[in-house]
């Protein structure tokens, strides 16, 4: 129940996922109240008393895109080795910013260009968590012999948040998920190949 105890007139999980695809749709900066509360299909006052202003019911939206939208970023985390972590990341967000009947793209891009600091930071906050968890995953292969040990963690981490920053825009701009699974493939050939142990030294003998 919303604060002062008066009782919800519509689904807020429905509309908060109205929400979501009008920021998605529209940035940000475009996505206005007479915009959003029409998506919702709730009144301005009802929309303050659920969920805030604007900035918060966006950090509300995005951190519902990330629980519905970016499972596969759990998903590839799992994986046994960096290869397998980097090649789930990658097609995992070419496939999660090309899904039929959603705006293409990704939230988190898409209203990426704004003036209001508050969403900027959420957004940057988001994209640096992600990357930071990439790195520390690729410090355990790096511990664990399974990248040589003088790879950089922070830059194969960097190197996944821009190559999917790049796929959301490709997306938007029309790229197909099998063009863009191409270009995922395509970037792993340059992703450090598994640290391989020296074989045994053979004696020559006399």
């Known amino acids: 129940m919303p604060p002062g105890g008066r009782p919800l007139a519509f689904e807020p999980e429905a509309a908060l996922d109205a929400a979501v695809v009008t920021f998605w749709r529209h940035g940000y900066e475009a996505a206005g109240m007479a915009e959003l509360t029409k998506a919702m299909n709730i009144s301005r006052p009802a929309l303050y008393r659920a969920f805030g202003d604007k900035a918060q019911l966006f950090r509300s939206a995005l951190e519902r895109y990330i629980a519905l939208n970016m499972g596969y970023v759990e998903d590839a985390l799992a994986k046994p080795t960096a290869r397998e972590v980097a090649e789930a990341f990658l097609t995992g967000n070419a496939k999660a910013v090309t899904v039929p009947g959603r705006p293409p793209g990704c939230l988190s891009v898409q209203a990426m260009v704004t003036d209001e600091a508050d969403a900027f930071s959420l957004l940057a906050e988001n994209r640096t968590v992600i ?57 792993l050939v340059i992703f450090p190949a598994p640290h391989s142990a020296p074989g045994p030294t053979l004696e020559l003998k006399e």
């Not at 950089?152 to 099998?178: H, K, N, P, V």
């Open 131 to 187: 990357q930071s968890r990439l790195a520390d995953r690729f410090r355990r292969s790096i511990q664990e012999g399974d990248l040589p040990a003088d790879e950089d963690a922070e830059e194969l981490a960097r190197f996944m948040i821009t190559l999917t920053t790049g796929f959301a825009i490709r997306a938007t701009d029309g790229e197909s998920r099998e063009e863009l699974l191409v270009l995922a493939r395509r970037s």
